[in-house]
């Protein structure tokens, strides 16, 4: 605790407060990239499988 409080006094309430909120989310915002990569990956099969049929429907005339 003693060594906390000497890098508040050393740099500052705002730069150590960053460093603590930086490694405690830093598993949160992995989680999120994964999750949206998740969703592009989702949305570009969709996309994939609307142009196939749309394709379709064009090659049917």
């Given at each position: 605790?003693?060594?906390i409080?000497k890098?508040?006094?050393?740099?500052?309430?705002?730069?150590v407060?960053?460093?603590?909120?930086?490694?405690?989310?830093?598993?949160?915002?992995?989680e999120?990239?994964?999750?949206i990569?998740t969703?592009?990956?989702?949305t570009?099969?969709?996309?994939?499988?609307?142009?196939?049929?749309?394709?379709?429907?064009?090659?049917?005339?």
């Amino acid at each position: 605790m003693e060594e906390i409080f000497k890098l508040v006094s050393t740099y500052g309430f705002p730069m150590v407060l960053s460093v603590y909120l930086l490694l405690r989310f830093e598993p949160l915002i992995k989680e999120l990239k994964n999750s949206i990569d998740t969703l592009i990956m989702v949305t570009n099969l969709q996309h994939e499988n609307k142009l196939k049929d749309i394709s379709k429907y064009k090659n049917f005339n």
